[in-house]
Nanobody, 126 residues
Framework: QVQLVESGGGLVQAGGSLRLSCAAS????????MGWFRQAPGKEREFVAA????????NYVDSVKGRFTISRDNAKNTVYLQMDSLKPEDTAVYYC???????????????????WGQGTQVTVSS
């Protein structure tokens, strides 16, 4: 298990950018697949992006492809989500998640991720 702490959320106008960070504790961070999920009010938590343990493979939900970029720095135990061209429909609480299953980045399932951060609010105004 790893402990995760997100930061970087906030209020931004449509078309703007934010970069979320997720700091992880634990020596095994570099072996974990990492993902970002989000949950809007009244909706289920949904997959946004994920990456494998090396950061060489990525997976995105269609609605953010070309706008969001997930990356990781294993030396810093940190995963990032760069969000550009933000839209009001991106408004949600964003969660960082870690999985000891190396293939979890591919399947997009919340159940595959065993460690979660507390979430950070992203609000995009129109």
């Amino acid at each position: 298990q790893v402990q995760l702490v997100e930061s970087g959320g906030g209020l931004v106008q449509a078309g703007g950018s934010l970069r979320l960070s997720c700091a992880a504790s634990g020596r095994t961070f570099r072996t974990y697949a990492m993902g970002w999920f989000r949950q809007a009010p009244g909706k289920e938590r949904e997959f946004v992006a994920a990456t494998n343990w090396m950061g060489t493979r990525t997976n995105y939900v269609d609605s953010v492809k070309g706008r969001f970029t997930i990356s990781r720095d294993n030396a810093k135990n940190t995963v990032y989500l760069q969000m550009d061209s933000l839209k009001p429909e991106d408004t949600a609480v964003y969660y960082c998640a870690a999985s000891s299953d190396g293939s979890a980045w591919l399947w997009r399932r919340t159940a595959d991720f065993g460690s979660w951060g507390q979430g950070t609010q992203v609000t995009v105004s129109s």
